[in-house]
């Protein structure tokens, strides 16, 4: 099967993946066939405990450094999804408007997908569960023995769903 093609020359589409969040930020860059990408690198940021604006720095700086090293085609990001603690929808909404600050900086082009949408496409159904999801990513992408935590997983599921849906 052949790999998707991004706009540059002939070269394998390659996806910026961000699972957002203001505690973690997990990012992972992948390429080529949505049905069997090769991951290139994987992530999970940890932003220093301190002041809000200097975490939300680290974020901008992390995600200004893997678009500068990886030079992605697309940015690939979850979308907000509220939950009962308004506080942690908050911080994540911001640690998204440095995401999509630095994206709009760099003139990469931007995908959002609802957690729905990242399941739909990594398992087939957008109802699954988070460990189904796990159990799928290394069916599609082959993984190295590092560990991962949840949110490096999570920014490879939206990666993959990236990759399913950037066209050139």
């Known amino acids: 099967m052949r790999a998707a093609m991004s706009p540059r020359a002939s070269k394998p589409l390659r996806v910026l993946g961000v699972d957002p969040g203001f ?7 992948l390429e080529g066939n949505p049905s ?45 999804f509220f939950s009962t603690n308004k506080k942690t929808a908050l911080t994540v909404a911001e640690a998204r408007g440095a995401v ?9 082009r931007i995908v959002e997908f609802s957690p729905q949408q990242v399941k739909l496409a990594v398992t087939g159904y957008g109802a699954a569960d988070k460990r189904a999801v796990g159990q799928m990513i290394p069916r599609l992408v082959t993984l190295s023995t590092k560990k991962r935590r949840d949110d490096e997983l999570d ?6 769903a990236g990759l399913s849906t950037v066209r050139r």
Do not use: F, N
């Not at 505690?23 to 860059?29: F, K, M, S």
């Not at 220093?48 to 990001?77: F, N, T, W």
């Not at 999509?100 to 990469?108: D, N």
């Open 23 to 29: 505690d973690r930020l997990g990012l992972a860059v």
């Open 36 to 80: 069997k990408p090769t991951l290139i690198w994987s992530a999970c940021i940890e932003p220093a405990k301190g002041v809000m604006s200097a975490r939300l720095a680290e974020v901008a700086q992390a995600i200004h450094e893997a678009i500068e090293k990886y030079a992605p085609d697309a940015l690939a990001l979850e979308t907000l």
């Open 100 to 108: 999509l600050t630095v994206a709009g900086m760099c003139k990469i």
């Open 155 to 160: 920014a490879i599921a939206v990666a993959i």
